[in-house]
């Protein structure tokens, strides 16, 4: 069973930071993609970042590069989104996913198979 579960979401003011987690278990792939991706209200789902498992490539999204960094510990299969220099603009559900497929220049949505629950940021200004 696939499995895959996003925690480290919270209440922060503009300028902070957190670090998100996804643990991922059940995987059918021996090589990945595990994205992360938000959704603000009343707006469609957002690929921000992700990364490969064969070589820990990583793509971003523009409106996160430079703040946002992503990163991966194969043996305790988890991913890691830190959000550094944080907005009120930044506020959604943040999801991960995984897909077979890495792709550039940011993830999209569509080829995500299996996804995780999602966690709330919530930036203060």
């Known amino acids: 069973e696939v499995q895959l579960q996003a925690s480290g979401g919270g209440l922060v003011q503009a300028g902070g930071s957190l670090r998100l987690s996804c643990a991922a278990s059940?995987?059918?792939?021996?090589?990945?993609?595990i994205g992360w991706f938000r959704q603000a209200p009343g707006k469609g789902r957002e690929g921000i970042s992700s990364?490969?498992?064969?070589?820990?490539?990583?793509v971003y999204a523009d409106s996160v590069k430079g703040r946002f960094t992503i990163s991966s510990d194969n043996a305790k299969n988890k991913v890691y989104l830190q959000l550094n220099s944080l907005k009120p603009e930044d506020t959604a559900v943040y999801y991960c996913?995984?897909?077979?497929?890495?792709?550039?220049?940011?993830?999209?949505?569509?080829?995500?198979?299996?996804w995780g629950q999602g966690t709330q940021v919530t930036v203060s200004s």
């Open positions: 996913a995984a897909s077979r497929w890495y792709i550039k220049p940011e993830p999209k949505p569509i080829i995500y198979e299996f």
């Open positions: 059940g995987l059918p792939w021996d090589d990945y993609a």
């Open positions: 990364i490969s498992s064969s070589d820990g490539s990583t």
